[in-house]
């Protein structure tokens, strides 16, 4: 008898069996044969498949070789957002939580604020209830999938007023419901009613009031004596005539003319109804139209009493200025015509005669048509007092004439002038004081033209350029042709100065007679 100790250690899947009669060991795998006995059977080992176990097929280890990633051959990294990899077991977690068919979530509110209170979601799936408070009514539409709101048991907001929750009665500043006694007032107000128009509910004559006594109160109208009233209703107008008056009244002017008719014809009281000429028989004159106007005294007021009778012109340019003329028929006898003179009629050839002007009489003003003796003292204030149309006596007292320029250029006041040798009646500038025969009066006159100039009393003098006057002193002729000097020497002279004068400047002398 063998005796023999072994020590076989057994591994995972290995099953051993000692037979100690045959001196045998056998040993035995026994998950493997988990795996043989497939859908091939116990004699070949069939390709796993996506529902039975089996050995991997060329095709699948190519696959798989596909997926092994950065890792190489020894080993399957995990996949991460850039590369490649096996799932780990918490991305396998998560994605089992996600479910079937699965999509991008949309845009939710996860708060909804309610007045200054935040309403927050506390899960992916938390509802937000909707209740109908005190007098709300909600109405949920799963179908259209809406909810419809609406107040029930109390009117409107827009409705409620100042009552709150309650219907107001209604003010004349705040919205609210209406009381009865509001809606007998409004029962009473005719269909299309408007706002009152303006109307006079009192009438005034002369101090007297006459105010209406109801809502439809009426004013009579009525015809007093020569008022005549005719109402039209259908116009809505009433036409107020003066009765008797009317025909006096229609007499004021004219509608026609006449030439031939004799004015003391012509009575009817007002005026008369056509034009007359001034020439015609009886009337006051000229051979223009006039308006004929007759003022009657008596019961009759027919044309057969006492008459004044007035010519009033026509309005045409020819008649106005003739005037008004005036005239009376007393029993029955007519008298002559009188002008009525106004500012338009009194001119030239007017024929006006007054007897005094003003209380003076004609012979008291000075005539201009005839010889007169001049008494009394005259005073003169006009520059220019006497003036003829070769002479005038100036207004600072100098006697000038007339003659005409001939010093070759426009004339300058206050130079010394000489009487022209080549021309009539002429003056030419002098620089000599023993021929000069006075000094021109006026500047601007043009070489040709007749220019005043002052022969005797007081005259204007223009000094030379280098000299001066003082009062008092002689004048002599200037070197300067026109200009004149002053000096001392009394035999030269041809004046005095009157005025002291700076250089080159023009002052008053007097023209001494005995130059001449």
Known sequence: MITFRAQIAQANGLTVTVNLDQSTVFLSLDRWADHLDGAGGVDQHPVATTSDPGLMSAADKTALDDHIGAGGTDQHPAVTDSVAGFMISAQKTKLD?????????????????????????????????LIAGANILLTPDATNDRITVAVTGVAPSSHVGSGGSEHAVVTTTINGFMLAADKVKLNGIADGAEVNQNTFSNVKVGSSIIAADSKTDQLEIAAGSNIVLTADTDNDKITFSLGELVALLDRFGASASSSTEDWNDCTRPGTYTKLLYGDNTNGPGGHQWFHVFNLEYGAARDGSGNITQLAIPYSSTGAIPLGISIRGRYNGTWGSWSKIWTAGNDGSGSGLDADLLDGSEATDFVSVASDQTITGAKTFTNSNPITGAKFKITQEGGYAIKLTNKTGTASVKGTLVDISSTVDSAFVLSSDTNSAIGTVYENGIADGSECWVVVAGIAPFLLAATETATRGQYINASVTPGRVRTDVDYRVQFGIALENATAGSLFLGLIKPSTY
């Open 97 to 129: 939580a996600i479910e079937p068919g699965a999509e991008v979530n949309q845009y939710t509110f996860s708060i909804v604020k309610v007045g200054a209170v935040n309403i927050v979601a506390d899960s992916k799936t938390d509802t937000l209830e």
